[in-house]
């Protein structure tokens, strides 16, 4: 007998309704970056989705959140290009002892750090990056997957032969819905993907401010990823939401809803530049498990 889908998908459904057909339209290119590397840990040929399996999914913290369209991701940053790659890059994070939940955000933001490396077609760093992945990866039980894939990665990087590499990430849009079914942790999927819209936002937002134009900055209107995590962590068990990351993780989220819910006419090179502090001073909070 199927099961009722639980509360967090609930609420994603409530706040996708309010929200308005234009605005659902605009997908962030941050929690996109989430969805496109974490394909990097999955195995391919997965077959197409039955109802069943679609049940499944949504059981499980699968949605247009934590897996959006990957060619969506690249027409956005297309959008934005030319990326300010020595600005927005950070240091790839170090193997530590941590929490689960803290591995879990390190790891989205992981991904998106390895995005950016890719969209700013930075062959020197293809390799170290496939290195960090896989032993963050081992970290969340997760590591076999990546290994079988970094290979691939790092020798499609090194040729230079990135156009392949997204016709690679496009084609395995089903295997990253299979890796969250498979994952069998609504949570853990909702909190990676929070860590790869945090730093995703960082990167879209510093974009934007290094060369503002209010057609560029549309893609940070985002009021229904801010409010549907600012849900999710409503969710969270009492000893984790109260620790101090999640504490400052809640509050800054709460702070930047009124600018991104602006609209997207309206958001000005300050609101860029107040979206990137925050979020920039976020992920460094996530990386020292502050």
Not at 5 to 19: F, V
Not at 64 to 71: D, H, R, V
Not at 196 to 201: A, E, F, I, S, Y
Not at 251 to 262: D, F, N, T, V
């Amino acid at each position: 007998m199927a099961l009722p889908p639980p509360a967090s998908n609930q609420k994603w459904r409530a706040c996708l309704g309010k929200t308005e057909p234009k605005r659902i339209k605009i997908r962030t290119m941050s929690i996109l970056i989430a969805a496109v590397l974490v394909s990097t840990v999955i195995a391919a040929n997965q077959e197409e989705p039955n109802e069943d399996k679609q049940h499944e999914r949504e059981e499980l913290g699968v949605n247009p959140y934590t897996t959006p369209s990957i060619e969506r991701i690249f027409a956005q940053l297309d959008q934005l290009r030319p990326l300010p790659f020595d600005q927005l890059k950070h240091k790839l994070p170090q193997s530590i002892t941590a929490g689960r939940e803290q591995k879990g955000l390190i790891f989205g933001g992981l991904i998106a750090d390895g995005f950016l490396i890719v969209e700013a077609e930075k062959k020197n760093l293809v390799e170290k990056f496939g290195r960090v992945l896989t032993e963050h990866a081992h970290a969340l039980g997760v590591g076999g997957r990546v290994m079988r894939h970094s290979a691939s990665l790092t020798e499609l990087g090194r040729r230079g032969d990135w156009q392949q590499v997204r016709q690679e990430l496009i084609a395995t849009q089903a295997d990253v819905e299979q890796a969250m079914v498979e994952l069998r942790d609504e949570k853990m999927a909702h909190l990676i993907s929070l860590g790869g819209w945090l730093r995703g936002l960082e990167i879209s937002a510093g974009t934007v401010e290094a060369e503002f134009s209010p057609q560029r900055a549309k893609v940070l209107a985002q009021p229904d990823l801010a409010d549907y995590f600012g849900a999710e962590l409503k969710t969270l068990p009492p000893p984790l939401a109260h620790t101090p990351l999640f504490e400052k993780i809640r509050s800054s989220i709460k702070k930047l809803q009124p600018i991104l819910s602006k609209a997207p006419d309206a958001l000005t090179r300050a609101d860029a530049g107040a979206i990137r502090a925050e979020a920039s001073e976020l992920n460094y909070a996530i990386r020292q498990g502050e």
